[in-house]
C-alpha cells in the first residue's frame, strides 16, 4: 500500500488586516516572521488578507504584532472585504486609479449594524478581474479621461449566483460614495438579518429600490426636510 500522505495544515487568515502590496524590505520582514513564528506556508486571499498555516494559536497576537508595520487595517464600518485590481500603472490594462477609492470606502460612514457580510470589488479596467457584477458592490470605470464609475449593487455568486443591478452611471468618486452608502442604508433599514443584497434584492423591486435611495438622497441634500 503506498504511504499515507501527511495531514495538511488548516490556513488561518489574520482577520482584520490587509496586506495590499509588499516592498523588497517589507519582504525581509515577512520571511523574518515565518522564520520566528515556525509557519508551515503563507498565502494572499483574493481580499488582500494574509493566511498561514502552521501557526500556534496563542502565537497569533505576537505574529500580528511582529507584521504591524506592513498591515493596514480592515474596515470597521460592515465592508468586510475589499477586491481590488492593481493600481493604474501597475496592470498593463489599468485606465483610472482605484487606491483613493479603496481608502475611502474604509472610511465611509454607514448605519450599523449590517445585515449580512459586503463584498466590494473595484475594476481598474472594463476587463472587470475582480468580478465588481457579482459582489454586493460594484465598481467599474465608465471613463478613464473623466475619471468616472459605473455603480453595481446585489451581486452574488456561489450557489445562488445574481449578476448585480446597475444603481449609478458615470458617477464621480464623491458621487459614488454617497449613492453606495445611501443604498447601504436603504438595505441596512429593510434586509432581514444575515440576508446578503443578492436576496434583499431578490425580494423587492429594483425601482422601488431605486425610489427609496432618491428619498434617502433628498434627506442627505436637506430638499426631504
Same mark, same amino acid.
Given at each position: 500500500? @503506498? ?29 523574518? #516572521?515565518?522564520?520566528?513564528? =515556525? ?7 483574493? +481580499? ?5 498555516? +502552521?501557526? #500556534? ?10 507584521? =504591524? ?5 480592515? @474596515? ?14 501597475? !496592470? ?19 448605519? /450599523? ?14 476587463? !472587470?478581474?475582480?468580478? @465588481?457584477?457579482?459582489?454586493? $458592490? ?6 478613464? =479621461? ?10 452574488? +455568486? ?8 446597475? $444603481? +449609478? ?5 464623491? #458621487? ?5 452608502? /445611501? #443604498? ?30 432618491? =428619498? ?10
Amino acid at each position: 500500500m @503506498p504511504p499515507t500522505p501527511p495531514l495538511q495544515k488548516k490556513f488561518q487568515t489574520i482577520s482584520g488586516y490587509r496586506l495590499e502590496s509588499l516592498s523588497s524590505d517589507d519582504l525581509k520582514i515577512l520571511c523574518s #516572521a515565518v522564520d520566528t513564528f =515556525k509557519i508551515d506556508k503563507i498565502r494572499f486571499t483574493p +481580499g488582500s488578507q494574509i493566511a498561514v498555516s +502552521g501557526l #500556534a494559536d496563542d502565537k497569533l497576537s505576537d505574529f500580528v504584532r511582529y507584521l =504591524k508595520p506592513l498591515l493596514k487595517p480592515q @474596515p470597521t464600518n460592515g465592508i468586510s472585504t475589499i477586491l481590488n485590481c492593481n493600481d493604474c500603472g501597475e !496592470c498593463k490594462n489599468g485606465c483610472i486609479s482605484t487606491a483613493e477609492l479603496v481608502n475611502r470606502l474604509g472610511l465611509l460612514d454607514l448605519p /450599523q449594524p449590517m445585515p449580512g457580510r459586503l463584498k466590494v470589488a473595484i475594476a481598474g479596467c472594463p476587463r !472587470c478581474c475582480t468580478m @465588481p457584477r457579482l459582489r454586493d $458592490i460594484g465598481f467599474i470605470p465608465a471613463s478613464a =479621461k473623466a475619471q468616472t464609475w459605473n455603480i453595481f449593487f446585489g451581486g452574488n +455568486g456561489g450557489r445562488k449566483p445574481r449578476i448585480g443591478d446597475q $444603481i +449609478g452611471a458615470k458617477l464621480t468618486l464623491p #458621487a459614488s460614495l454617497d449613492l453606495v452608502a /445611501q #443604498a447601504l442604508t436603504v438595505y441596512q433599514r429593510e434586509a432581514e438579518d444575515k440576508m446578503r443584497t443578492a436576496d434583499y434584492l431578490r425580494s423587492v423591486n429594483l425601482e422601488q429600490f431605486l425610489r427609496k435611495i432618491e =428619498k434617502i438622497a433628498s434627506i442627505d441634500s436637506g430638499q426631504g426636510i
